[in-house]
């Protein structure tokens, strides 16, 4: 059974730095992609950073989000600079994995973890 289990959210404050943990067990995929997702109250999720195994290769919508894997542990994670009040938002981790390709649209996703809360505030 696929899990994706994050962890790390936290409350900050505005300008610092924080690391999010996805960790992803149970999959019989050779490559995949892993993406991070934030939903925002009152907004759509929005897809921030993403990984594919087979090259490392990675996307991001903004130099603040940088996505990178541990392949010993399976575990991927998201760094987060200089966190704003807006960040504020669940952080959940999603995983592609038919045909899978370098892409931010969650409809791609086949699999998604629960979740981890980061608050941005002073």
């Known amino acids: 059974q696929v899990q994706l289990v994050e962890s790390g959210g936290a409350l900050v404050q505005p300008g610092e730095s924080l690391r999010l943990s996805c960790k992803v067990s149970?999959?019989?995929?050779?490559?995949?992609?892993i993406g991070w997702f934030r939903q925002a109250p009152g907004k759509e999720r929005e897809g921030l950073a993403c990984?594919?195994?087979?090259?490392n290769r990675t996307r991001s919508v903004d130099d603040r989000f940088r996505v990178s894997r541990e392949v010993a542990t399976g575990t991927f994670f998201l760094d987060i600079d200089h966190l704003k009040p807006e960040d504020t938002g669940v952080y959940v981790c999603?995983?592609?994995?038919?045909?899978?390709?370098?892409?931010?649209?969650?409809?791609?996703?086949?699999?998604w973890g629960q979740g981890t809360q980061v608050s941005v505030s002073s």
């Open positions: 999603g995983a592609f994995w038919i045909t899978p390709y370098l892409s931010l649209d969650e409809s791609k996703y086949d699999d």
């Open positions: 149970g999959s019989s995929y050779g490559d995949y992609v």
């Open positions: 990984v594919f195994t087979e090259n």
